[in-house]
């Protein structure tokens, strides 16, 4: 069973275009979290919820908001794509709050964006 | 700037020989996760160290945390090419709150 997924695997649109990634974990977790991976495979944080919370977002442009309708889910919509918005976008999904360390952060298997 | 920097960037190595990728922080870590990556794919969970002076191993990987908690390696013993990948180093950092911050990654080529 997969504990994170995320759905499209793989996503090809124009820019300009409004488009949404969505993930699910079945692990009973409390924080999840999205991650946006860079041509040079450069892994950053870009938001983090618990309990449907916003606990951090990390200098993200207006055009990208989270949604988590529960706990099992986080969904991403991201407006007005730009050609820069290309990466590969990671869900993962923690115990808790990472906080000092403590809990493992478990990844989904990423969506791959490619705007044109 | 780059919290962590990891070392090297890139290795390719003869199938049996062992490897060695560090992981350096210029601040106390409070946690520290290893990370693999397949070639397009998702990231697999390899190990997590908390404690100063700590190691773990699973199978032919072993991790280690310096004692002052700003350093870890991850060690491969006599490689294979299904080692092969990305790996990543991940760090909770008490500046950082709740995320977790990225190495660089480091590439591994393993050549049959």
């Known amino acids: 069973d997969t504990a994170v997924s995320q759905t499209p695997k793989y996503l090809v649109t124009q820019m300009g275009n409004d488009k949404s990634i969505k993930c699910e974990q079945n692990l009973g977790h409390d924080t999840m979290y999205w991650y946006k991976q860079d041509s040079k495979k450069f892994l950053k944080i870009m938001f983090s919820?618990?309990?449907?919370?916003?606990?951090i977002n990390e200098t993200v442009p207006n055009r990208f908001s989270p949604k988590s309708p529960d706990k099992a889910h986080l969904n991403l919509h991201i407006n007005s794509l730009e050609l820069g918005d290309s990466a590969v976008y990671f869900c993962?999904?923690?115990?808790?709050?990472?906080?000092?360390?403590?809990?493992?952060?478990?990844f989904g298997p990423g969506t791959r964006l490619t705007v044109l | 700037s780059q919290e962590l920097e990891q070392s090297p960037q890139s290795l390719i190595v003869q199938e049996g020989k062992n490897l060695t990728i560090n992981c350096t922080s210029s601040?106390?870590?409070?946690?520290l996760y290893w990370y693999k990556q397949k070639y397009g794919e998702g990231l697999i969970f390899l190990m997590m160290l908390q404690k100063g002076g700590e190691e773990k191993s699973h199978e032919k990987i072993t991790a280690k945390l310096d004692e002052k908690k700003q350093q870890s390696s991850l060690h491969i013993t006599a490689s294979q090419p299904s080692h092969a990948g990305i790996y990543l180093c991940g760090a909770a950092q008490k500046s950082s709150g709740d995320k977790l911050t990225f190495g660089t990654g480091t590439r591994l080529a393993v050549r049959p």
């Open positions: 919820y618990n309990n449907k919370e916003l606990i």
């Open positions: 601040k106390t870590l409070y946690g």
């Open positions: 993962a999904s923690s115990l808790r709050l990472a906080g000092h360390g403590t809990d493992t952060q478990y």
